[in-house]
């Protein structure tokens, strides 16, 4: 079965710092993997997604993410963080069920929070 | 603008209370989602539906009922038996034969007094 494991429930940066999300899966099948953002009370939003094509895939608000099958993983990073970044953040593997369609398998999220 | 609307954004209900939460798309979708949000949990899947007049049960599905009497409308009730419904409840749509990437309403806050 898949399923998606984020590592650290929290991540805080100062403003302009790296930002690093971590994100492994585990799949039986080359995956599509996914990472939403989420603010306060809304819903989950598309920031990329790998679909097996580069294996460094760009996303909005200058994120990105890499594809490493070696590592079974999907890290999200962005170069420079800005105030505005702070929101949770999820990484989601799609898992083929009957019929042509997918289900996304979401990981627990990780909080980023970013101070001056 | 197409999109997915959730109504409605805030509900408190008394225990053994059964309360309905509404979801409309109007993107064309065949498949539509619940999911449902709990801090430190991530998104749990309820119930989903790929076509009208058919649905599947997800992962925690128990106290839960759902319907897809039309294609652009999955409400879900949440009964009073399920033991402990407060939480965000979040609704979902996808194309058939994509990646599985979803589309997601503003979300709808239950909150059991």
């Not at chain 2, 007049?53 to 038996?81: C, H, M, W």
Request: aromatic share 12%.
């Amino acid at each position: 079965a898949q399923s998606v494991t984020q590592l650290g429930s929290h991540v805080s940066v100062s403003e302009g710092a790296l930002v690093l999300l971590r994100c492994n899966y585990s799949s039986s099948v080359p995956p599509y993997l996914f990472w939403y953002v989420q603010y306060p009370n809304q819903g989950l939003q598309l920031l990329l997604k790998y679909t097996s094509a580069a294996t460094l895939v760009k996303g909005i608000n200058g994120f990105e993410a890499e594809f490493k099958k070696s590592e079974t993983s999907f890290h999200l990073t962005k170069p420079s963080a800005h105030m505005s970044d702070a929101a949770e953040y999820f990484c989601a593997v799609s898992d083929r069920i009957s019929g042509g369609y997918n289900k996304l398998i979401f990981g627990a999220g990780t909080r980023l929070a970013v101070h001056p | 603008d197409g999109g997915i609307t959730q109504s409605p954004k805030y509900l408190f209900r008394k225990e053994g209370q059964n309360v309905t939460l509404s979801c409309e798309q109007n993107l064309n979708h065949d498949a539509m989602y619940w999911y449902r949000q709990d801090p430190g949990q991530g998104l749990r899947l309820i119930y989903y539906s790929q076509i009208v007049n058919d649905f599947q049960k997800g992962d925690i599905a128990e106290g839960y009922s759902v319907s897809r009497e039309k294609k652009e409308s999955f409400p879900l009730t949440v009964t009073s038996a399920q033991k402990n419904p407060t939480a965000f409840y979040l609704c979902a749509s996808s194309i058939t034969g994509r990646t599985g990437e979803l589309f997601f309403g503003e979300g709808s806050r239950l909150t059991v007094l």
